[in-house]
């Protein structure tokens, strides 16, 4: 039997929380966090190679499989099941991310962000040239099933974001696990000292790609779930405005513990929402100064708040 | 004598620059064997090409009788040839306890786990033994950064060693440590290496260290080695003391040699 550990419960004790939250939450609000934590999922693998010393200006490549692959899905094959659209849309994804991740895992800094970036581009290019798929409109999601069970229209949103809590209650557990673990902790130290881990014996290579497709199964499963909330895909899903947005939220969490992206998506969901509706003509500059404000006085993102204070806590006992 | 090591006309050119020049060593089980010369002289060259990190331009290298030219760095490490370096290479922002744990997990795997943690019992206690005999338990909390010059380097070899090699290529252990603190160092260090029973090499500035520890000591000038042998025959040689260690001309102290 495995043990869990605080975080563990922690994360389990959030998650149940928010669902039940959800349940008395009014309809923008349930909207809202679904795709909150539909797009810290995405968040997550930028933070999964973040840790690893990349940074990918991509990660919208594998966000837009993700939800091609649940739209497509359903509008080809006449699948319907959740389960089944957002496995089929992770499968892409790592097939895609085993094939890039021989060539993209050759490079590092600038070249490995801007060849990712060229990456999600291409297929933003492929997308948008595609009458079939919709070119720049793309088209809409049919609704889904949950192992034979239709949700109604009315509790299909709640049904959702507790689909998407349990997801990312999964990752999040996976990835606590993870970061902890040999593949993790070497990633990280291939990032301090790659000749290092080459003359212990290991392929720094082969650690990277491990990560980069790990990475690529999290975001696309974002991606997916983001389609079904959605209810619409468009290439949008892989511009490079959008892969922009998935490093702002990292750089907004930072890279200290599994439950950052989650907060930080969070918090750019509701900061964006909110500067939409009070300065429409210029919330991207609210946007800006947040970011700002984050990397002068949190460089180490949101969740250094938590840790500083456990820290002193800690100090003081 | 079985040859652990073995290298045949090894040569390496930077262009017009010859690093190295028709090499043929031979080291067998159990030697420690002292690398010594001037700046340039060609003993990075030499441990970089055998362990990998340089392809040399013709010759052949034989570990354990296998051949192992073209091989990794990493092939090579898990073939049983593990090195330190000059600058102590560690993991700057881990603890001393993590940059162990790496190594540890690493010696016995090249597919690490993805959800097993690393830090194990069985892993940790291995590690505390690793630390406890090279005399470095008080930094086993500490970050890399946070830790002395001198324990860095025993680290760097203590990183080297855990995963039980063969043969353990140490290049100039004691740079960057002071005067005082370098027969301690040694001490640990040979120490251990002999508790573990590896076979080694190690390129030393320091007459004094190589004396006292090595069993054979091979001279590089320019790319070549011009004396191979016991040390105090080596260091004795005219060729070495015009060459080497600068005191072909009646100096009394064989200190400095590189400088």
Not at chain 2, 166 to 184: A, R, Y
């Amino acid at each position: 039997m495995m043990r869990l550990d605080r975080t563990e419960l922690c994360l389990i004790a959030a998650a149940v929380v928010l669902a039940a939250g959800g349940l008395i939450a009014p309809g923008w609000l349930v909207f809202l966090l679904t795709m909150a934590f539909a797009k810290a999922l995405v968040v997550q693998g930028v933070v999964m190679q973040m840790r690893a010393g990349l940074v990918s200006f991509g990660q919208g490549l594998f966000y837009c499989v993700g939800g091609y692959a649940v739209g497509m899905g359903g509008q080809f094959f006449g699948l319907t099941d959740l389960a089944v659209l957002l496995s089929a849309g992770v499968l892409a994804a790592m097939l895609l991310a085993m094939v890039l991740g021989l060539l993209l895992t050759r490079y590092r800094d600038i070249f490995f962000a801007m060849l990712s970036l060229a990456f999600s581009m291409i297929l933003f290019g492929v997308l948008v040239k595609s009458p079939q798929l919709g070119s720049t409109d793309g088209f809409n999601v049919v609704s889904w099933t949950l192992f034979g069970w239709s949700p109604a229209k009315e509790t299909a949103p709640m049904a959702l974001l507790t689909v998407t809590l349990v997801a990312g209650l999964a990752v999040a557990l996976l990835l606590h696990r993870y970061v902890q673990a040999g593949v993790g902790v070497l990633c990280e130290a291939v990032r301090e000292n790659e000749v290092r881990v080459e003359y212990l014996g290991l392929s720094p290579r082969w650690l990277l790609y491990s990560n980069y497709v790990a990475a690529a199964a999290v975001s696309a499963l974002g991606g997916g779930l983001t389609a079904l909330a959605a209810g619409h895909i468009d290439p949008e899903m892989a511009y490079w405005t959008t892969s922009g947005e998935f490093v702002f939220i990292a750089l907004l969490g930072g890279t200290g513990h599994v439950a950052a992206p989650f907060l930080a998506a969070l918090v750019f969901a509701v900061v964006r929402t909110y500067a939409i509706e009070f300065v429409p003509h210029s919330w991207q500059m609210i946007l800006g100064f947040t970011l700002l404000g984050v990397i002068v006085f949190l460089p180490k993102g949101l969740w250094s708040l938590f840790s500083r204070a456990k820290a002193k806590g800690a100090a003081a006992s | 004598m079985t040859a652990i090591l073995e290298t045949r006309a090894l040569c390496k050119s930077f262009g017009a620059v010859t690093a190295a020049k028709d090499l043929n060593v031979r080291i067998t089980k159990g030697e420690v064997v002292g690398v010594i010369g001037s700046n340039g002289a060609g003993k990075t060259t030499f441990i970089n090409m055998v362990t990998g990190y340089l392809p040399p331009s013709s010759g052949e290298i034989l570990f354990n009788g296998r051949p192992i030219l073209g091989h990794t760095p990493r092939a090579i490490t898990r073939a049983g040839m593990a090195r330190s370096f000059q600058v102590a290479q560690l993991f700057p922002e881990l603890t001393v306890l993590d940059n162990l744990l790496i190594a540890l997990a690493a010696a016995e795997s090249p597919r690490p786990s993805f959800l097993r943690p690393l830090r194990t019992k069985a892993r940790i206690a291995r590690a505390e033994t690793i630390l406890e005999e090279f005399r470095v338990t008080r930094f086993r909390d500490a970050v890399v950064t946070a830790v002395p010059q001198g324990a860095r380097k025993l680290i760097d070899i203590a990183m080297a060693l855990i995963g039980e090699p063969q043969m353990l290529l140490l290049d100039e252990p004691t740079s960057g440590v002071s005067v005082e603190e370098k027969t301690g160092l040694m001490d640990t260090v040979m120490s251990a290496v002999r508790h573990h029973g590896v076979t080694v090499l190690f390129v030393e500035h320091d007459m004094d260290v190589v004396r006292r520890y090595v069993s054979r000591l091979l001279a590089f000038y320019s790319g070549e080695i011009i004396a191979d042998g016991p040390p105090t025959a080596v260091l004795e040689d005219q060729k070495v003391r015009d060459l080497v260690t600068g005191h072909g001309h009646g100096k009394s102290s064989q200190k400095g040699a590189s400088a």
